[in-house]
C-alpha cells in the first residue's frame, strides 16, 4: 500500500534490528558470553554478508550515531571529573604508548609487505590508532564495574586516545592531499585539548549554576531537555574542531555527573541508550563484507594485522599502565583492544581519499571488526573476579523492581 | 575536518532542532499558549522558508515517525481497552460523520472552483479527511486532561477515522490509476478493522500471559525492550496492511497499558518521547514553503479550504458526538480539526502520482499545517475549567522529584 511507504520500511527495519539485536542478546547472556558480542553477530547475521534482512542506511547510520553518542553520555555521566584527574598521569601514559606502538607496527608491516604503497602504509598505522572505548565501556557497565580503577584509567585513556588518534589521521590526510599543513594539525591538536580541559575543569561548576534557572523553567523534563541540548551541543562542538562527536557526549555527561546524581536523569539516559544502542552495534557487525575473505591473501594478511594489532594495543597499553600492578596492567591493555567504530571510520575515510585500495580497506575493517568481537571476552578474563560497584546492585534492584 | 563530516552535519542539526523547538516551547507556556504551536512554529523559522538553519533531511524525517510513533503509543499506555469500548459507539459516529463532511466538502469545493481536474477534486476531499490525532494528544495530556470523556472519544474516533482515512485514499489512488481496485480495498478494510480489533480484544490478555517469560529473561531493562519491539512491530504491521505506522504504535501501548501499570514502563515510555517528539512537530513546521502564498489566487483558495477544513470537521464530528451534550460535542469537534502529518502525506501521494500540481498540493500542506497550528487555542478554550485528572498531578510531582 502506498501509504505505508518509506516509514513502513524504516519502522520495518527498527523492528528486525531490535529483535535480532536482543534475541542474540538473550542467547550470549544464556551462554555467559557478553551480550555486546551477540549483538554485533547479530548485525552480520541480518546485514548484506548473510541474511540481508536489513541494508545499512542513512538513518540507521544516524541513530548509530545517536546510540553511540547516549552510550559515551551515559558512561560520562558515571564519571566525576575528579576521577579523571586521579588517573590522569596514568591515563595519558596509556594512551600515549598505546597510539605509538599500534602505529609503529602497522606501517613497519605494509612497508614490508609486498604490493602497497608508502602512504598505504602509513594509513593503515593510523587505523590501528584508536581504541573505541564504547564496547568497553558496554561490557564493563554490564558487569557493574565501569567505576572500577582501571575501568577509569581505560575510559580516560580512550578519550585522551581518541584526540591523539584523530590528530594522526589529520597528518595522514594532509600527506594523502601531498603535504603537511602543519598549522591546521596544531589547531586541532590546540583546540581539542583546549575544549577537553575547559569541560572537565569548568563543566560540573556552569551546570551547578544553571540548575536553578533550569529547574525554573516552565516546560515538562526541563532537566533531561537541558541534558539532551548540552550532550548534542557538545557532541556538534567535537564534531566541528575534529574530534570524534561522542567525545562530546562524554564529555556532557561528565559535566552533569555530580550535579544530577539524586535526579532521575541517569534512569532517563540509561533508556535513551537501551533504546538506541543495539542501532550502534548491529551497525558495526552489518559492515562487515564477509565476500573479502574469498582471497586467501586478504586471509593471511588480515590474520597479521588483527595479531598485530591486538599484540601492540596489549603491549603498549600495558606498559602505560605497569605501574598499577600486573593485573590492573593486563586489564587496562585488554581493556584499550577494540577499535570498533573509529577504526572503520578511519577506513572509510581513506578509502573516499583513494589513497587506499579496496583491499586494505576490508582488512582495517576486519581488523576493526575482529578486535571487537574478540575483546569482550578478554576483558571479562581479566576482570573475573572484581568486585561489582554498588552501582550495578543498584541496576539489579531497578530491574526487579521494573519486571516484578 | 574530514572525520566530522556527515555525523557532524547529523548531530548539529538535532542540536538545532532540540534548542529551537524547546527556546520556542518555553516561551509559548509563558504566553500561556500551548507548547505544540510552540514547537511548530520554531520548524517554520528554522526551516528553509525562514532561516534556513536545517534542511528537512531524511533522517530528520525518520526521528519525526519515530517522534510521533512514541507519542502514540504513550497516549495508549495511558488508554485502557475498556475505555475504548465505553465510548466505541459515539467515537463510530463521529469518526463516519467526521469523514463524510469534509470529504463532500473539498471534492465539492474544488469541483466549483474553476481550473481544477475532477481527479484533483476527489483527492483534496481525501485530503481533508484524516484527523491527526497527535497535536490534540499532545495538547490534552500537557493539560494533564488526556483521560477525560471527550478526550477518549477524540482518541478512540481519530484511530477510527484514521482507518477510514486511508481507505479513502487507497480509493483516491486507484481513481488515480484509472480503474479502482475494489478486492484490494476490501482486503485493506477487512486487514485494518481485524487487526485493530484483535489488538484490542485479545493484546491485554496475550500481554499478561508473556510477562512472566519476559520477566525470566537475562537481558537488562527486558519489560522496555519487550515494549519497544511490540511498538514497532505493530507499527510495520499496521504500515504494510496499508494503515499509519502510528496505529500499531497506538494499540501496542494499549495492549501493556494494563499489565504494566505499576512498573517504571510509563515513566521510560515519556522519555522517549520526551527526545524524539521535537522532531516531528518541528519537520511539520519546516515542511510549509512560505513561497507559494505569493499569489493571491492560491491565498484565497488556501483561506476557503482553511475554513471548510475546520467548519466541516467541527460540524460533523460534533454532530456525531451530539447526545454528549453540547460542551462535550464542542470538545470533540475541534479535539478532530487539526490534519497535521496526516494531511501532509496525503499531499505528498498525490503529488507523487501527478495528479495533482503544485498549486492544490500547497493549498493542502497549509491546510494541514493551519488547521493544526489553529486549534491548540480552540482546544484549551474548550477544555477550559475541566477538572485535571489524578494524572497529570502525579506528573507535576515527578516534575518537582526530578528537577529539585
Redesign the interface.
Known sequence: ????????Q???A??IV??AA?LA??LF??LRQP?VVGEILAGILIGPSVLSLVQPT??L???A??GV?FLLFTVGLETRPSDIFQVGRTATMVAVLGVVVPFLAGWGLLTLWPGHSSIEAIFMGAAMVATSVGITARVLS?MGLITAQASRVIIAAAVIDDVIG?LV??VV?SLARGSINYLNIGL?AGLASGFTLLVVLFGSRVVNRIKQP??D?????????FA??LC??L??VA???????IV?GFLAGVALSEATD????H??S???T??TTPFFLVTIGMKLNLGIFLSSEVVTLSAVVIVLAIATKFIGCGLGAAWMGRKRAIQVGVGMIPRGEVGI?VAQ?GLSLAVVGDEVYGVVLAMAVITTLAAPPFIKLAFAGEQTSIKSDR?DS??Q????
Open positions: 500500500m502506498l501509504p505505508a511507504g518509506d516509514h513502513g524504516i519502522v520495518l527498527l523492528f531490535l529483535v536482543k542478546a538473550e547472556e544464556r551480550a542513512q538513518v547510520d544516524a541513530l550515531e545517536i553518542i554490564g584523530l589521521l589529520a590526510s586541532i533550569v529547574k523553567l516552565r516546560i515538562d523534563h526541563s532537566l533531561l531537555v539532551l541540548v548534542f551541543g557532541a556538534a564534531s566541528f574542531i575534529g574530534i570524534a562527536g562530546g539524586e535526579t532521575r536523569l534512569q532517563q540509561q533508556t535513551l537501551e533504546f571510520v575515510i541496576y531497578e530491574l523492581e521494573e519486571i516484578r
